[in-house]
């Protein structure tokens, strides 16, 4: 079976930046869709900030087994209507793996309900990435450690609520750790949080890179069919009730109403 994922880019970096768009011609989501298409279980589309509805609807969503978010400048004008579709998409089964300075995005906040903030520095610092869950799928093929030779720091602490597992620790040059490949699931979807890929890099050229992005992609999968609408929260009334009942007692509710939100 095909995966298809989705990347979704920002893209303003690349359309405003000379030395953003000399490392990505084609855009980053362009280089990691490419990353992902050369793996034959792999069929990635991009979308991009500046498309009609920013590229996402639900019914793409719909047909989106993984949806992958790179954003940084623009966190802001991203539609909170869209936000909402990625959040229902995720809770229903849909996998969604965030990347870099996408820590901030307003989807990653919204699944994570915290601040999600760090610290940082950009000074093409060497980044090591230490493998701290090494028979976990996302570290498929991976050595005790990797290197990136040029990398913007996080540092911690950083505003995320207790992963469900952590993957990879990084250490940079200046001496800060940061939890850079941590997991969670929420609804039925399956998260991952990718640390690196700052744009001023060739982060997304490196093959290394490439199959953490791909392992990624084949781990966030969820195979189960679709949970229709996550946010259903049906009453059960008395004569439906598994075990034959009486109601009793006072009530609020009229019969049949509709729940309260
Ligand atoms: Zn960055």
Known sequence: MTI???????NVHEQENPLVAGLYPKGMHGAIAEALNADAGIRAETAVLQDEGHGISRERLARTDVLLWWGHAAHGRVADATVEMVADAVWSGMGLIVLHSGHFSKVFKRLMGTPCNLTWREAGERERLWVTAPSHPIAAGLGPCFEIEHEEMYGEPFGIPEPLETVFISWFQGGEVFRSGVTYRRGAGNVFYF????????????????QVLRNAVKWAHNPAARIADPNAAPNVPVDKAPEKIEERGPKLHAHGQEGLR
């Open 4 to 10: 298809r994922a989705l990347v979704w880019g920002e």
């Open 195 to 210: 640390r690196p890929g700052h744009e001023a890099y060739p982060t997304y050229h490196l093959p290394v890179v490439h």
